[in-house]
């Protein structure tokens, strides 16, 4: 069904996705709409599927990101710091950065140094302020391991499937906090979404089944 919200302009996007319920959050919603998905993607940007940004990975369709900011959307509120592993071209950071306000931080890590450079690139186009005053940041790093520089976070997204879920990213969460993570290989993936309460204790539960590029290192991405 969710391809059947493609539109011929972001607010049409958006529209529709409102109106499959696939957006429900006023939230996510406002933030969707601000952030104009046509200065992160090339190719069809309100066409309701991923699209290619180079260097072997995507933006994601549109219906997976209101996915995302919905489950964590609780977490995205004014002062909160959001960690985005897998920014790819910067789109759901920006969204994220608009959730959380001007006392919030949105931080994304990507592994290919173009694809960071080129996150900062779209982000110009669209909200040259956010990387002024440091709502948003892009750093070339790791994202199996988080970026532990700016931890503990209230909530983490994950762009990309991993084999498990790392410890790393887990312990950098804050309690409570979020996470919204894609796992599993070739043979089926899945969408989890793990909570530490505010005691630590740290649960997940299986979403829906999905299908994501890899979170691998940057020369197996570079060469898959």
């Excluded at 066409?47 to 995205?76: C, K, R, V, W």
């Excluded at 299908?211 to 940057?218: E, G, H, I, K, N």
Aim: glycine content about 8%; charged content about 20%.
């Amino acid at each position: 069904m969710a391809w059947r919200c493609s539109g011929v302009s972001n607010e049409d996007l958006i529209s529709r996705l409102v109106q499959a319920k696939l957006i429900t959050i006023p939230s996510v919603k406002a933030a969707m709409l601000a952030v104009d998905r046509g200065h992160f993607s090339r190719f069809k940007p309100y066409e309701d599927s991923p699209q290619t940004i180079g260097y072997n990975s995507t933006i994601s369709a549109p219906h997976m990101h209101a996915a995302a900011l919905e489950s964590l959307a609780l977490f995205l509120v004014p002062g909160a710091k959001a960690l985005d592993v897998g920014s790819g071209s910067g789109y759901l950071t920006v969204c994220m950065a608009e959730m959380v306000g001007a006392e919030g931080r949105a931080v994304g890590v990507e592994h290919i140094p173009e694809l960071v450079e080129l996150a900062k690139k779209n982000t110009q186009k669209d909200h040259p302020q956010f990387l002024q005053d440091g709502r948003v940041a892009f750093h070339a790093a790791d994202g199996r391991v988080g970026f532990p520089q700016h931890a503990p976070y209230d909530c983490i997204h994950v762009g990309a499937a991993a084999n498990e879920l790392h410890d790393k990213l887990v312990e950098q969460l804050k309690a409570p906090g979020r996470m919204f993570i894609p796992v599993g290989d070739q043979d089926g993936q899945a969408i989890y979404v793990v909570d530490k309460d505010k005691n630590g204790k740290v649960t997940k539960k299986k979403t829906m089944n999905v299908w994501y590029v890899p979170l691998t290192d940057a020369e197996h991405q570079r060469n898959r």
